[in-house]
Nanobody
C-alpha cells in the first residue's frame, strides 16, 4: 500500500488543523492506520491509530482529548483532526499502515511496514 500525507502548515497556538492521508494499492479496510510525529532531535512518537475492521481508535497520551483520528473507507483516506494546538505539537507528521492481522502493540512505529512522507506542522505565533 502506498500512502501520501498532506495538510500540514503553520498555525497559531490554540488553533486547529486537519491532516489527510490517502492510501492506494491495497485493500484499505485490511489495514490498521496510524499517525506518528517526529520533532527535531526527538524520537518518533505515536499519535493515534484506527482499526480497519471496526474503526476502533487509540490515542497517545499527549494528544488524547485534542486530536481525533477517523477514516473514510469510500475514499481510502485517514484523517487527523488536531484541535487546541500547542507549540510542542510542532513536528513532521507521518501516516503509516500495517495489516490488521498483525498482533502486538499498535503504538510501536516498528510494527508498521508502510509509511507516507511527512507533512510539517508548525505551531507558532
Amino acid at each position: 500500500v502506498q500512502l501520501q500525507a498532506y495538510g500540514g502548515g503553520l498555525v497559531q497556538p490554540g488553533g486547529f488543523l486537519r491532516l489527510s492521508c490517502a492510501a492506494s494499492g491495497g485493500t484499505f479496510t485490511s489495514y490498521v492506520l496510524g499517525w506518528f510525529r517526529q520533532a527535531p532531535g526527538k524520537e518518533r512518537e505515536f499519535i493515534a491509530r484506527i482499526s480497519g475492521s471496526d474503526g476502533t481508535t487509540y490515542y497517545g497520551a499527549s494528544v488524547k482529548g485534542r486530536f481525533t483520528i477517523s477514516r473514510d473507507n469510500a475514499k481510502n483516506t485517514v484523517l487527523l483532526q488536531m484541535n487546541s494546538l500547542k507549540p510542542e505539537d510542532t513536528a513532521d507528521y507521518y501516516c503509516a499502515a500495517r495489516s490488521r492481522w498483525i498482533i502486538g502493540d499498535s503504538s510501536r512505529s516498528s510494527s508498521y511496514p508502510y509509511w507516507g512522507q511527512g507533512t510539517l506542522v508548525t505551531v507558532s505565533s
